[in-house]
């Protein structure tokens, strides 16, 4: 079993899942693991790349209250980031506020990291219980895609604020391909380097 050679998510990765998603336990916690053997399954079980979980903030912002889990994988040789992650739990995709925070912390982790990937793009995901949004930070002009999508800070956010944008399922045969694409890219540049 081995993610570049695989057509799907393997069965026990997805049992995996099913279990976090189903679990009781604090929301901080419930897909840690998930992500953590599924980022593993991705990057290999080899020594090129590492998955390290990010330690919350300390101080008293709302990153605390907010932070679920963050995760970067690193390219061994150049000891910088090549990708990200940040798991929320799947209700705060029921709610526009927190949703643009998923958004704005997302912006934070590239204005700490692009800096210091050592290829082009830095790809990111912001998931929502198993709903993704792919993000692409782009080293040389300083970018990140999607955009930002502005609001009237004197108004509340509208029901349907950034309301489609978590609707790929990272479990899809869609969510798996697109996990092909970013990994092969990211494996392939860090090779040269």
């Excluded at 929301?27 to 953590?36: H, L, M, P, S, V």
């Excluded at 709610?95 to 290829?119: F, G, N, S, V």
């Excluded at 999607?146 to 108004?155: C, K, L, N, S």
């Excluded at 489609?164 to 391909?177: C, Q, T, V, Y």
Aim: net charge negative; glycine share 6%.
């Amino acid at each position: 079993m081995s993610f570049d050679t695989d057509a799907s998510w393997p069965v026990g990765l997805l049992r995996i899942f099913d279990i976090a998603r189903t679990s009781y336990g604090s929301f901080e916690n419930r897909y840690y693991g998930a992500y953590t053997k599924m980022l593993t399954y991705c990057f290999g079980e080899g020594f090129d790349f590492v998955v390290a979980p990010q330690a919350p903030p300390t101080d008293k912002s709302r990153d605390t209250v907010d932070f679920i889990v963050y995760l970067i994988v690193f390219d061994v040789a150049q000891q910088r980031p090549v990708f990200l992650i940040e798991v929320k739990d799947d209700a705060h995709n029921l709610i526009p506020t927190k949703r643009k925070a998923a958004d704005e912390q997302m912006r934070e982790r590239y204005d700490e990291l692009l800096r210091d990937c050592p290829i082009p793009l830095l790809y990111g995901l912001s998931v929502l219980g198993t709903g993704m949004r792919v993000y692409c930070g782009n080293k040389a002009r300083k970018t990140v895609t999607p955009p930002f999508v502005e609001t009237d800070r004197h108004f509340v956010l509208p029901d349907d604020y950034l309301q489609d944008e978590w609707s790929a399922d990272i479990l899809s045969p869609g969510g798996f391909s697109e996990m092909k694409q970013i990994v092969a890219y990211i494996k392939d540049e860090s090779a040269k380097l």
